[in-house]
């Protein structure tokens, strides 16, 4: 059996407590969806909670390459909500695709998507699409944590395909501290 000195018994619980605290405040808080600005201002301000923009983002895989980046969010489009400081995107809902294939997607934080990709700050998803997009749910985005004025990028590969569009709206939540 090993036994743990006093000092690493106290490290190991503050370990596991910020981790508890960092999932509650994660599965007990507010998420706030976005739709593309109804007045865009250049790479500012991208995006509007839903409701109060001109709708669905989109984005379009290249010639069995990755399409364009696309940005989804500008340093004044966070936080949603007064006093947040940071925020992880969350969840897509894709609403229209115009390939019924797997679409691989990336989604990247920094000055662009280029410099996202060079920094490794981007997470990766894969979906697809059901033949009826009603029965398609939201699918969860793993992403860490970022400052509120952080840009977001994302673009999209269709293997084998020339253009293969998705259109969807997204969703994020915010922390204070």
């Known amino acids: 059996m090993h036994n743990q000195s006093p000092t690493n018994q106290s490290v190991l619980g503050t370990d596991v407590r910020g981790e508890i605290l960092e999932t509650e405040r994660h599965l ?3 998420e706030r969806w976005f739709e593309t600005a ?8 991208v995006a509007d909670r839903i409701g109060s923009g001109s709708g669905v983002f989109q984005i379009d895989a290249g010639n069995d390459t990755w399409g364009s980046w696309v940005q989804l969010l500008g340093p004044d489009d966070t936080p949603a909500d007064s006093g947040m400081l940071y925020f992880d995107l969350h969840v897509f809902m894709f609403t229209a695709a115009e ?3 797997p679409y691989f997607l990336q989604i990247g934080y920094g000055a662009s998507g280029a410099a996202a990709l060079s920094a490794g700050d981007y997470t990766e998803a894969i979906f ?4 009826n997009l009603i029965d398609n749910g939201p699918i969860v985005i793993q992403s860490k944590r970022q400052a509120v004025d952080t840009k977001v990028w994302a673009r999209c590969l269709c293997p084998g ?3 293969a569009t998705l259109d969807f709206f997204f969703g994020l939540h915010e922390y204070d501290e």
Not at 128 to 131: C, G, I, Y
């Open 28 to 30: 007990h808080s507010y």
């Open 38 to 45: 109804a007045v865009p201002d250049a790479e500012d301000h």
């Open 99 to 101: 390939r019924n294939f």
């Open 128 to 131: 697809q699409p059901a033949s």
């Open 161 to 163: 395909q020339d253009t």
